[in-house]
């Protein structure tokens, strides 16, 4: 049984702190979820795995709520635009969405602004920048859903990247590899267009490791987006192989 489960059945010894935890204690309709510590994942330690896990779900869910309510407030067309994400996107399944719209709206009406949620979720895994990364890539991927990175979206985005350390360089990378060019392999990987076929197959061979679906989740992503997981770790392989075709031709 996974943490949601185990959250929703009552299981709330993974509980949180912060932010995250009102926003997940109001969403579970209780406060319970503010009991105890809001530490990372203890290796071997079962209950902190699902902690983690919980934190990457719960964040996930509150930043893009306080994104879509950074221009004054949340239509319907944004809820709408949420509930596709979730269902389209990382293809939730029916008592998954259903907890995570709770969870939007949760965090909809919190009073703690975006940068608590990230400065939390920082601190959650601080220790784990691939996990940093893929948050970025949801928000950036969540910001996408509706076709564009609008400028209020875009300078949360930026915020949760100083946040998270990763520099303006690699946080043009993030964006770039959501685009239609050819220059979204080399985004991809991290590397410049103009980067030699060895600087590419290094950068090739870093990202398979950390970027593996099983390494991700075992550090805390839920097996709920194990779909974004597997989007990543494709990207970087198609990257690497438009590139060297190119190369060869």
Do not use: C, N
């Not at 909809?108 to 996990?131: C, G, N, T, W, Y």
């Not at 915020?159 to 964006?175: C, K, N, S």
């Amino acid at each position: 049984m996974g943490w949601l489960h185990s959250m929703i059945g009552g299981a709330v010894g993974f509980a949180l702190a912060g932010p995250l935890g009102a926003v997940l204690g109001a969403a579970l309709g209780h406060g319970l979820a503010q009991r105890g510590g809001g530490t990372g994942p203890t290796s071997g330690d079962l209950e902190g795995q699902q902690r983690a896990q919980a934190t990457f779900f719960v964040a996930s869910f509150s930043m893009l709520a306080k994104m879509a309510r950074a221009d004054g407030h949340v239509s319907r067309e944004e809820i709408d635009l949420a509930q596709r994400f979730m269902r389209d996107e990382l293809r939730l399944d029916p008592e998954a969405e259903k907890f995570a719209i709770r969870v939007f709206r949760a965090a909809k009406d919190s009073p703690a602004p975006f940068d608590e949620f990230v400065l939390q979720f920082h601190s959650i895994f601080r220790h784990e920048p691939e996990m940093l990364e893929a948050m970025l890539d949801v928000l950036v991927r969540m910001a996408l859903a509706d076709g564009a990175v609008h400028e209020h979206e875009r300078a949360l985005i930026e915020r949760a990247a100083r946040i998270f350390g990763i520099g303006l360089e690699r946080f043009a990378h993030v964006l770039g590899q959501h685009g239609a060019d050819f220059d979204r392999h080399y985004h991809t990987l991290g590397v410049e267009p103009s980067a030699s076929l060895a600087e590419v197959k290094s950068a090739y061979r870093k990202l398979v490791v950390q970027t593996h679906p099983d390494k991700v989740i075992s550090q805390g992503m839920p097996e709920e987006f194990v779909k974004v997981a597997q989007e990543r770790f494709q990207r970087v392989q198609e990257a690497y192989e438009a590139i060297r075709e190119r190369e060869a031709a």
